[in-house]
């Protein structure tokens, strides 16, 4: 158990729906960063929150939104769906990058 | 824009034998990421390098940064199947700028 929970593991969803992916940090870890993996793009990064603001976004589509709440845990939220938002979300937590980035085990999303 | 590059992408090896993975990387940075993931798992940390000339080591794989020649080399010595997996770098080039990823090796120890 690296310490950063995600919820739910898996979901199932049809196009046109929305989902919310839940992150909770490692304790004392200020920030949060969710990043996509899909097989033809890798890892895309989408967007880092540190303690509650924004910070950076990456190649984030207008359909995906997030938040880091006061109790740090973050969600990504993912609206109308399309086949192509299959893929692994992960979030990642860190105290200070000279520590390093801890992953959690990730949400795997597939649209049918 | 920072751009990481990996190569092989794709590699097979023979158990014992020694292997480099290398990671390029276009912009100055002091601060390089291994990663080790298999697969539908989540990424687990392997090292992190903060400096110049930094090397480290765990059991089989040994990694170094040359931040002059923007280079990162993971080494694999006599390697065996539980090390196949996908390796990835991933450059950390300081401020807001988020972590970046290299497209990864998938290794695949054969006996």
């Known amino acids: 158990d690296s310490g950063v929970t995600q919820t739910p593991k898996h979901l199932i969803t049809a196009t046109g729906q929305r989902v919310t992916l839940r992150c909770s940090p490692r304790?004392?870890?200020?920030?949060v960063y969710w990043y996509q993996q899909s097989l033809d793009q890798g890892l895309q990064f989408l967007i880092h929150?540190?303690?509650?603001?924004?910070?950076a976004k990456g190649n984030i589509l207008e359909r995906f939104s997030a938040q880091q709440f006061p109790d740090l845990h973050s969600e990504l939220n993912l609206s109308s769906l399309e086949l192509g938002d299959s893929a692994l979300y992960f979030c990642?937590?860190?105290?200070?990058?000279?520590?390093?980035?801890?992953f959690g085990s990730g949400t795997r999303l597939t649209v049918v | 824009e920072l751009k990481v590059e990996q190569n092989p992408l794709f590699l097979s090896m023979q158990e014992g034998k020694n292997y480099t993975i290398y990671c390029n990387y276009s912009?100055?940075?002091?601060?390089l990421y291994w990663y080790r993931q298999d697969p539908g798992k989540s990424l687990e940390s392997l090292f992190v390098?903060?400096?110049?000339?930094a090397v480290k080591q765990e059991g089989r794989l040994m990694a170094s940064l040359d931040t002059k020649a923007r280079l990162s080399t993971l080494h694999i010595t006599a390697a065996v199947h539980d090390l196949s997996a996908t390796y990835f770098c991933?450059?950390?080039?300081?401020?807001?700028?988020?972590?970046?990823f290299g497209k990864g090796t998938r290794l695949s120890v054969i006996a």
């Open positions: 990642a937590s860190s105290v200070d990058p000279n520590y390093g980035y801890t």
């Open positions: 304790s004392g870890d200020l920030s």
């Open positions: 929150y540190y303690n509650g603001e924004e910070r």
């Open positions: 912009t100055t940075s002091d601060r």
């Open positions: 390098l903060l400096s110049n000339g």
């Open positions: 991933a450059v950390d080039a300081g401020g807001n700028t988020p972590l970046v």
